[in-house]
């Protein structure tokens, strides 16, 4: 005979392990589970193969700090994107060209990439900028995110996002929270290396930065000034594009008596302007136009999100922003 006590308890505990079973389910329909959490690193981008590795590093050192987070790479430039998007489908390229990771392929726009994550139900998503100062492209990404965190919608629930976070540039950012003289000491902190490889050779670095030409790129000068500081050697930084220029540089450099010159890119990949602007052979290039003036010039050509000490700002700054309770202008 049955014993009726039995079958209670074994009804009771196939209801516990039924109710468990639809814990996850339910967690997944209702409000009460934690947004999905996942980081964006927006990246100028580099068309150059051998300069993805500096991008790539800041990615493995982000992943480090959060394991189990997603991380998914964004390119701000549309030059950069484009051709990514023309080497996807040319076979021959990619066979010549092995181990390229496929997001870089298929790399998007931070927007198109922040859509893909919310879509995929991503809610609470932390978008680091890759940039060394806070300029034109961060500017416009900085726009971006106080856009989408203005979204609002009837109900709290149906917002397409929890919180959205944004990361400073290497060189930090205007503003009260943090300030960026400490970010700019932090960062030239990261240069001891190639200080002591200068201080060797007797030579004075110079570093080579992308700039801009009607945004303020004073930083470059400040840094500059921190690094002389620093390292009580001569130190000096050129932009492409914007103040100080080349010619400022070279005045400097002429100024210090220094007959040697280590010359290095102030830009986290070498890529096309490194090789070519900087370390090419034009008549226009760094090293020949240094050379021309007397100079002796060792290039060295490495993006500095290579270095671990510059991608660990990053994560830093990462953490500074998960940090926050809302986005920081």
Known sequence: MTNP???AAVLALSCMLALLLC??????HGDAAAPRQAIVL???????PDALKSILNVRTRVEKAYPGVPVRLAFTSNIIRKIWQERRVDTGWIKANPGIPADVLGVKTPLATIADLQDQGYRDIAVQSLHVFAGEEFENLKALMFGLESIHTVKAKSAPFNALRLGRPA???PGDVYPY????AAAVATFKADADTARTM??????????????????YAEFQAQMNKAYNIPVFAGCVEGYPSFDDALAGLKASGVTKVLLKPLMVVAGDHAANDMAGDEDDAWKVMLTKAGFTVTTELAGLGSNDAWADL???HLKDAIGQSHLVR
Do not use: K
């Not at 814990?23 to 997944?28: I, K, N, R, T, Y």
């Not at 927006?42 to 150059?48: D, E, I, K, L």
């Open 5 to 7: 006590r039995s079958c």
């Open 23 to 28: 814990l996850p389910a339910l967690a997944g």
């Open 42 to 48: 927006a990246a100028f981008g580099t068309s150059y």
């Open 171 to 173: 060189l930090g950012m």
């Open 181 to 184: 003289t400490e970010d700019i």
């Open 202 to 219: 007797g030579a004075a670095l110079l570093y080579m930065g992308h700039g801009n030409d009607f945004y303020s790129t004073g930083i």
């Open 314 to 316: 990053y994560v830093q």
